[in-house]
């Protein structure tokens, strides 16, 4: 019975995993390749360095500073790839890229547009289009995205335009 009670109150959140482009995929891989040989590289210098009998304080610190900076871009990859998502909970949409977490209150988005041209989901904080975000994530989540969002707060307006439109829009400016 308790248990049940604290399962009612517990706020539901749906996640909604970042969708990386290839490119950027490949940066990541390549990122963690020099990762790995920066780590090695400096493992075989430390080895080498102790068994010299002269050193520096200087030294020390370069090491010390190229192991630091290689596991740090180590787990900041790691990490990017592993947590990045978007969460929606019932007061937040939480955009999460790694280690970075950005907070929006879901009260304050006023509106969602779907670019269908640019296959794009837009969320406008405001009704002059000046704050917002796009989304990043599978195309086919883009209608539970939206669904999800407008459970949450139902006076969120969801607009969509065709490539023919956005196209339009283009030659207007």
Not at 10 to 34: C, D, E, H, W
């Amino acid at each position: 019975m308790r248990y049940t009670s604290l399962m009612k109150n517990k706020p539901q959140t749906k996640r909604y995993p970042y969708r990386f482009s290839s490119l950027i995929l490949a940066l990541f891989v390549a990122g963690l390749a020099l990762c790995a040989a920066s780590l090695i590289l400096t493992g075989f210098r430390i080895y080498h360095f102790l068994g010299n009998e002269e050193k520096t304080v200087y030294e020390w610190l370069q090491y010390g500073i190229l192991l630091f900076m290689s596991l740090l871009f180590f787990v900041l990859i790691v990490s990017m790839l592993l947590r990045s998502q978007y969460e929606i909970t019932d007061e937040y949409l939480v955009m999460q890229f790694g280690v970075i977490r950005s907070k929006y209150r879901i009260d304050s988005i006023f509106s969602v547009h779907l670019f269908r041209g640019a296959n794009k989901l837009a969320v406008y904080f405001d009704d002059f289009h000046t704050n917002y975000i796009v989304i990043v994530v599978k195309p086919e989540w883009y209608d539970d995205f939206v669904r999800t969002l407008i459970e949450k707060k139902p006076s969120i307006a969801f607009s969509f335009s065709t490539a023919e439109e956005e196209e339009e829009i283009k030659k207007k400016k």
